[in-house]
């Protein structure tokens, strides 16, 4: 089973009340056993929301308040599930298709905290998770580029 990031097949649960959607990991996805994921969309914030990034070991959300605890909690929540439905499938968790770059999502790049557009070397908070338990991660752009 691949979990895969829910904004990059179509689910409008992006902070602006978009999606990400990436045709090559549609067709991932209708070829392969899959649990689609959303972490901020278990961490109680609304959608639209303001956008967040890392800024040092925080995660501030464009008008400065500080949003750590809910991408943290919805990050756990997302991992217990992921989890929870390998076990009821009876199959292992594969690996993980992430959307690059997001404070949740990102993998070996992240937005920089100048919410200026610009990347700095970091994980998102669901993204490190995953790592930490020897889960390996792509992004959308592996799969568009044909190397996975
Ligand atoms: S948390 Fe991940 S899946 Fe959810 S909108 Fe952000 S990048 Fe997409």
Redesign the pocket.
């Known amino acids: 089973m691949y979990l895969i ?4 097949l179509g689910r409008s ?3 602006n009340g978009g999606d ?1 959607y990436c045709r090559p990991v549609a067709d991932f996805a209708s070829r392969h056993s899959i649990l689609e ?5 278990l961490s109680g914030l609304p959608v639209p929301r303001p956008p967040a990034e890392y800024v040092g070991e925080k995660i501030m959300d464009r008008e400065g308040k500080d949003v750590t605890g809910a991408f943290e909690r919805g990050a756990a929540l997302s991992l217990e599930r992921a989890l929870q439905e390998a076990k009821r499938r009876g199959e292992p968790v594969e690996g993980a298709i ?2 690059a770059n ?1 404070p ?2 990102g993998s070996g790049q992240i937005y920089d905290g100048t919410f200026s557009g610009r990347l700095t070397a970091g994980y998102g908070c ?1 993204a490190e998770l995953l790592r930490r338990r020897g889960i390996s991660i792509i992004s959308e752009k592996e799969i568009e580029n044909g190397q996975f």
Do not use: D, I, T
């Not at 990031?5 to 990059?8: V, Y």
């Not at 994921?37 to 969309?41: A, D, F, I, K, W």
């Open positions: 990031s829910a904004c990059l649960c992006k902070y990400n994921v959303c972490p901020e969309g992430l959307k997001s949740s999502c669901f």
